[in-house]
């Protein structure tokens, strides 16, 4: 069995408390992993938003780090578009 099945068996069988506390380190975890993804960022990064409403052949440019979100504007010659995106939505050019 694997590690994700005995922690499902754990979850089910656990009292109300133990849920908080496992939610509570869930998101505490996830915190970290968004700090990680936008640190990995900086002003001035060529990228691409990886969503379906957005070209991914597009190439944006970050203008500013926000504590959650990220400020692009796009690169090509046509209009200049700027989005405020989730970090995890961009992609490293």
């Given at each position: 069995?694997s590690n994700?099945?005995v922690v499902?068996e754990?979850?089910k069988?656990?009292e109300k408390?133990?849920i908080?506390?496992?939610?509570?380190q869930?998101?505490?975890?996830?915190?970290e992993?968004?700090?990680?993804?936008?640190?990995?960022f900086s002003?001035g990064?060529?990228?691409?938003?990886?969503?379906k409403?957005i070209?991914?052949?597009k190439?944006?440019?970050?203008?500013?780090i926000?504590?959650?979100?990220?400020k692009?504007i796009s690169?090509?010659?046509?209009?200049?578009?700027q989005?405020?995106?989730?970090p995890?939505?961009?992609?490293k050019?």
């Amino acid at each position: 069995m694997s590690n994700l099945q005995v922690v499902l068996e754990f979850i089910k069988k656990s009292e109300k408390s133990d849920i908080n506390k496992m939610i509570d380190q869930i998101n505490i975890r996830k915190s970290e992993l968004r700090h990680e993804i936008k640190s990995s960022f900086s002003v001035g990064d060529l990228v691409s938003i990886d969503h379906k409403r957005i070209d991914s052949s597009k190439t944006f440019r970050i203008t500013k780090i926000n504590n959650k979100n990220i400020k692009v504007i796009s690169t090509d010659a046509g209009p200049k578009n700027q989005y405020t995106v989730s970090p995890s939505l961009l992609v490293k050019k």
